[in-house]
């Protein structure tokens, strides 16, 4: 009689109903992480330290004696970066500022520091760094080994902003997890009122942990359970 019972209650589950229950109770807990940007950027800070790592290595910690206090030192360089960060501007944008300030601060004194950081020759480099200054033409090797600089340049900021990236939505994925199974656990508390038995519990428990990894893919997989469900029946007819 038990297998009959169960068998009633599996046949009577709505299996794409679920899934999108499921799936909104994930995009709830990915919403209640995003908010935690409101507390000193939360999560957003995750994956910054790796940004910072790379254009530490170009832009000197304190402008040349010959430059005042500016936008080119590293600490506000660092916090444009980070308002942008968090801002979530696209990633393309954020590596073009970075690039355009590691640039602005290429000079003939910190020239041998980006050669070591691109593995370029520091002469050459320090003599491109000045000539940028004077507005003098550039020599053909000079010419080549700036658009190295540039290539090189862009390749590790790229390797620094993208790793940053995958930190980011990495912890705000696993940050989420825990989230989802709080919010289950309340929901079925809601409902019930009576306190939770163990097997509700469990079912929360597994709804929260598949909420996260099924937020952005549930209209997917409840289209494929409905288009499944209507060939089954044909297939009955």
Known sequence: MLDAVAANAVSNLDLSKVVLAIGSLGTAAYGVVDATKGLGGGISNRGFGDIRKVVSQFIPASPGDNQPASALALPS??????????????????????????KLNLTKANA???????????????????????GETLTPVE?????????????????????????????????????????????VWAIDGNGLTRMEALRALLAGLLATPLAPIA???????????????SWRK
């Not at 520091?113 to 200054?133: C, E, Q, R």
């Open 143 to 187: 010419t080549d080994i700036y658009g190295r600089f540039d290539l090189l340049l862009t390749a590790i900021l790229d390797q620094g902003y993208q790793r940053g990236d995958q930190r980011y939505r990495g912890s705000a994925k696993l940050l989420a997890v825990p989230i989802a199974v709080v919010l289950a656990l309340l929901g």
């Open 77 to 102: 360089a660092l916090a444009t970066l980070r308002a942008n960060w968090l801002n979530g501007t696209a990633l393309a944008d954020q590596k073009s500022i970075a690039k355009a300030l590691i």
């Open 112 to 134: 041998p520091t980006m050669a070591a950081a691109t593995g370029l020759d520091a002469a050459v480099l320090t003599s491109i760094a000045g000539k940028l200054t004077t």
């Open 219 to 233: 209209k997917d997989v409840s289209s494929a359970i409905q288009a499944g469900a209507k060939v089954a029946q």
